[in-house]
């Protein structure tokens, strides 16, 4: 991948469009082109990586004063599910670069208050991307987030197309310390700690404030449109203040010093040399209202109490790919001043024109 190739990052006119996706297509696209064709055979190249660096914020700017908004923008109002780009090559993303795709099941068992995908008994197909913000060698601190889009079905073959419902959690966005996959804290309201990672400090303050700019918020990722994922429109929205996802506990400890994060969590799944998933990773669903971020920009603290386990999300494949890197797209849900009313989205909606995924009123 040449380094200078961001690919088209900004809004297009494909992105304008969003008739929805069908989970199979999505699915397909992401499973085609493995960087491993057989994860963690003998003769299977390594894994790439480039770490993102400053410069490559440069490389940005220097295409343009506005790029970076650009990009910005294109992450909360395209609703693409996949960016193809002209080339059919995708877009580089300048932050979470290199991740894990994951297939599978988003599920709630318990009574939760909330409504739309948050109300007991919903199940979902379920395309998610675990990444990290920097560094993916543990030792070294690592930004991990788990980004995931929600088809309102159970059906893999469903042959209409649906509209998603994204969220984005993760624990530092700096990056931390955290040994084990098994105890990071993947959070809608992650902490962001500069001196963490001091490296990737200016990648994520430039970002920040170009995100700021655009939609309000550029670490607390809102809940509202998994709440309002198939509620009938005379309902009243009820989403969540905070969600948390948590590894099982029962999930093994993968041991290896140095070991790349994307390793660690496919050898959960996988035995190495074998295509065939042997185990299933569980995530626990929590929320709470019980919680508050204090601090100010590049020093933010979430402090959050009696979450409540309210379901779980059940993979059973996993993919590192070229497309889920390059084509895979999550968008940002709009901030609202008030969460659960549509009517006061901070940033205004797309104009004439475009169409928008349906918001309920």
């Not at 390793?263 to 569980?282: C, H, S």
């Amino acid at each position: 991948m040449d380094p200078n190739d961001f690919g088209v990052i900004e809004l297009v006119d494909a992105d304008r469009v969003y008739p929805g996706s069908r989970f199979s297509e999505v699915r397909d696209a992401v499973f085609a082109n493995p960087y491993q064709k057989v994860w963690g055979a003998p003769e299977e190249p390594p894994l790439p990586f480039v770490m993102p660096t400053f410069l490559d914020m440069l490389r940005v700017l220097w295409r343009g004063r506005h790029y970076l908004t650009q990009a910005a923008e294109r992450s909360v109002d395209a609703r693409s599910d996949l960016r193809w780009g002209a080339d059919g090559k995708g877009f580089r993303r300048i932050v979470h670069p290199w991740g894990v795709v994951l297939t599978g099941l988003w599920e709630i068992t318990e009574d939760s208050g909330y409504t739309g995908y948050f109300q007991k008994g919903s199940k979902a197909l379920i395309v998610a991307r675990y990444s990290n913000g920097g560094a993916v060698q543990r030792g070294k601190p690592r930004g991990q987030g788990i980004a995931g889009k929600l088809f309102p079905t159970t059906d893999p073959e469903h042959k209409e197309p649906l509209q998603t419902a994204n969220f984005f959690t993760i624990d530092d966005i700096v990056g931390a310390s955290t040994r084990y996959i098994n105890d990071v804290d993947f959070v809608n309201a992650p902490n962001v700690t500069l001196s963490n990672d001091w490296a990737t400090s200016p990648i994520v303050m430039t970002a920040g404030v170009v995100f700021a700019i655009t939609d309000k918020d550029p670490t607390e990722r809102q809940l509202h449109e998994i709440a309002e994922l198939g509620k009938p429109s005379g309902v009243p929205t009820r989403a969540p203040r905070f969600m948390r996802l948590k590894l099982a506990p029962d999930h093994p400890r993968i041991e290896g010093e140095g070991l790349d994060s994307r390793d660690e969590l496919l050898a959960m799944m996988f035995d190495k040399g074998d295509p065939t998933p042997k185990r299933k990773i569980v995530f626990a669903i929590e929320v709470t209202e019980d919680g508050e971020v204090t601090g100010i920009t590049g020093f933010k603290k979430g402090t959050f109490r009696n979450w409540r386990r309210i379901g779980a999300i059940t993979f059973d494949n996993a993919v590192v790919s070229y497309n889920g890197d390059r084509v895979l797209h999550f968008h940002h849900p709009n901030w609202r001043i008030d969460r659960n009313d549509p009517a006061t989205r901070f940033r205004p909606a797309p104009q004439s024109g475009e169409v928008e995924k349906a918001e309920a009123m």
